[in-house]
Nanobody
């Protein structure tokens, strides 16, 4: 089983930066792809970014390209989402998730493909 714990959420001004971390515990982590999702009140869960634990391949939603960066530290079992140039539309509960890898080379972008989820951390952006 995989356990995920997010941290780093909080309040930041428009244009500011925030760094979210996901601590991952479990076995055979190279079998999983990792992703960050967000959900604002009254809206559907939205894909933000993903990374292959084994290969480091990344993907990003169009809304965050050039502003957010996802990375992983294999030694520390940590996945990080660096959020820069935050906008008023970015506030939401951000969740870390893990998906079992398939033979496809593409990273999954739908929440249905992810099996394990963290509790989420809230990000608030003020103007």
């Amino acid at each position: 089983q995989v356990q995920l714990v997010e941290s780093g959420g909080g309040l930041v001004q428009t244009g500011g930066s925030l760094r979210l971390s996901c601590a991952v515990s479990g076995r055979t982590l190279t079998l999983y792809d990792m992703g960050w999702f967000r959900q604002a009140p009254g809206k559907e869960r939205e894909y933000v970014a993903g990374i292959s634990w084994r290969f480091g391949t990344t993907s990003y939603a169009d809304s965050v390209k050039g502003r957010f960066t996802i990375s992983r530290d294999n030694a520390k079992n940590t996945v990080t989402l660096q959020m820069n140039s935050l906008k008023p539309e970015d506030p939401a509960v951000y969740s870390c998730a893990a998906a079992v890898r398939t033979f496809s080379s593409a990273l999954p972008t739908t929440p249905q493909r992810y099996t394990y989820w963290g509790q989420g951390t809230q990000v608030t952006v003020s103007s």
